[in-house]
């Protein structure tokens, strides 16, 4: 059993200390620690690291951050920009700046910032987050998008008008009006436009292209995919935040909920391909979120079927699966699937076509903090329950058995 992982776990850092200090909304990458990997197996716990006080100085300036944040203060917006943190941590941080640095443009503010963040990451993260941080300009600045309109949300045009509406709607009625869960935990819908679907193949498409033409070396979505691409290197990072934000936390505060899926709140986007020289299939593995959203884009194919196993806590990761969890879901172009990336599962070789779905594992900062302070996880590992019903049954029994006894006794 694997943890499928970042490839490079680059953009997702460790930060527990200033998680405190900023606003759940604002959460995001910082906290969202992937573990250590280990041969493509992620050790899958936060590692504890001794980490700055807050009102850090930042290098070569000696000017600290406000203890308070200044509440009257408006923050600029950094959605625009690549940055190596998610643009929400620079706004959220900007109220804490020195007075000094508050009129300053918004350039200098960033640089003052980055600086500060970067002193929470111990000098090896720090090195290979300083190399994503390239990575990714080196690619903005050089790839032109094909479709801009992808990198902007667009509901109307992305998304199909029943999902659209569920969503407006925010119920759990509405919701289950146009979800199946075939499986208990596999929850699948009717979600992304046709032509949408089209809009993201060719973007695809065309990035690989440039990365062909241009000899670039790009780095694959994860530990177990030799194909594909990360969605977020090449731009689409902020739209693909909005998806999360406004489109799947809503659904997993609802059926996720004991997973942090009402605190998602930093993402990894990508597509997996398969087909003829591209992957044939995806061993058994978990993924490293909270909740996973996988679409079929399409295009034509047979096979890749994705089989789930039951969902598990790392305890009980490689332990057997009961008749119940056992379930084949048939990928349908534009069709979801929502699971809890702890959920067991791989996909099927793909045996004819080329087979190419978009991926977003969302993350909780605060579950992932929690996490380390539980045992028991009954609540969402079908081994943890058994386990506590088997306690149960035997106490009952132990409880009825005494009761007999006593009961005998006093007759005798
Ligand atoms: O190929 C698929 O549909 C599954 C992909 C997947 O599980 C993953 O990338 O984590
Ligand atoms: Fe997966």
């Not at 596999?186 to 993201?200: N, S």
Request: glycine share 6%; with cysteine; proline share 5%.
């Amino acid at each position: 059993m694997f943890t499928n992982a970042p490839s490079k776990a680059l953009n997702f850092f460790e930060f527990p200390s200033l998680l405190l200090t900023m606003s759940s909304g604002d959460r995001r990458d910082a906290a969202a620690a992937t573990g250590e990997v280990k041969n493509g197996i992620v050790s899958g716990e936060l590692s504890q690291r001794q980490l700055q006080p807050a009102g850090v100085v930042a290098p070569n300036q000696n000017q600290r951050l406000r203890l308070n944040p200044n509440k009257d203060h408006k923050p600029e917006s950094y959605e625009d920009l690549q940055l190596d943190f998610s643009p929400s941590i620079f706004s959220s941080l900007e109220r804490y700046l020195p007075p000094t640095m508050l009129g300053a443009n918004r350039d200098e503010k960033v640089k003052f910032m980055r600086e500060i963040l970067l002193k929470y990451l111990p000098q090896g993260e720090r090195t290979r987050a300083l190399r994503h941080r390239e990575y990714r300009q080196k690619i903005i600045s050089n790839y032109q998008p094909l479709h801009r309109e992808l990198y902007t949300m667009h509901p109307a045009n992305f998304f199909v008008a029943p999902f659209l509406k569920a969503i407006g709607d925010n119920t759990e009625d509405s919701f289950r009006s146009i979800i199946s869960e075939p499986s208990p935990g596999v929850f699948t819908f009717e979600m992304l436009q046709p032509r949408f679907c089209e809009l993201v193949l060719a973007e695809v498409e065309s990035f690989e292209k440039w990365v062909n033409e241009s000899n670039f070396r790009i780095m694959r979505p994860n530990t177990m995919n030799k194909y594909g691409a990360v969605l977020d290197d090449f731009g689409l990072e902020t739209m693909l935040d909005k998806l999360m934000e406004s489109f799947i936390r809503p659904l997993s505060k609802v059926f996720f909920l004991e997973v942090g899926g009402s605190t998602l709140d930093s993402h990894h986007g990508f597509v997996v391909e398969y087909g003829k020289d591209r992957d044939v299939d995806l061993g058994f593995h978990v993924d490293d979120s909270e909740v996973t959203l996988n679409v079929c884009l399409g295009k034509q194919f047979t096979g890749g079927e994705l089989f789930f196993r039951g969902t598990r806590c790392e305890k009980h990761v490689n332990t057997g699966s009961q008749a119940e969890e056992i379930f084949d879901y048939s990928h349908v172009p534009g069709r979801a699937v929502l699971h809890r990336g702890r959920h067991r599962h791989g996909a099927r070789a793909t045996t004819s076509g080329h087979r190419v779905n978009l991926l977003l594992w969302c993350r909780s900062s605060v579950f992932r903090e929690m996490k380390r302070y539980q045992k028991d996880f009954s609540n969402w590992c079908g081994e943890c329950f058994r386990e506590k019903k088997e306690r149960q049954r035997l106490s009952i029994a132990a409880t009825k058995s005494e009761l007999l006894r006593r009961d005998a006794e006093s007759t005798t």
